[in-house]
């Protein structure tokens, strides 16, 4: 089962979540996908990932401004099916504008985190949100 599914086009981002991650007290694992597209796939068993039936994981955590999908959009479609409707989804952003944290949430996020501005800083947010969400929330729906 994997953990936590990052969605992050940008590869500097997705290069510094999978360091930070890896250096968290628990073994975490984890897949970075780099588009909306591919995250609707993943998520609705789809396109590239028909033939792999792959297992929800316990925590999306999702860049919302992501080229071509965007991750709104993927939320949306997350919330419409059975399969992924209660799927904890936190955004993970660098917009702190309340008009994206407003859509963020009337599309069906969890939660919402401004990333923060440096590394150290960075994986402490990612301590926290893997210590609740994986930790600390109780869920009766994987799949």
Not at 16 to 42: C, D, H, M, Q, W
Not at 124 to 138: I, Q, R, S
């Amino acid at each position: 089962m994997v953990d936590v599914l990052y969605v992050e086009d940008n590869p500097n981002d997705a290069d510094i979540f999978s360091r930070l991650i890896r250096k968290l007290n628990r073994p975490i694992t984890y897949t970075v996908i780099s588009s909306g597209s591919e995250a609707i796939e993943y998520l609705t068993g789809k396109g590239r990932y028909e033939q792999q039936r792959t297992v929800l994981p316990k925590l999306v955590l999702m860049d919302l401004n992501l080229d071509g999908v965007s991750g709104f959009d993927v939320v949306e479609q997350a919330r419409a099916l059975e399969r992924t409707r209660h799927i904890p989804i936190v955004a993970f952003s660098t917009s702190d504008n309340p008009n994206d944290i407003k859509s963020a949430y009337d599309a069906g996020i969890n939660a919402y985190v401004v990333k923060p501005g440096s590394y150290q800083e960075t994986g402490d947010v990612l301590e926290k949100l893997c210590d609740f969400w994986l930790g600390n929330n109780t869920r009766t729906d994987y799949k």
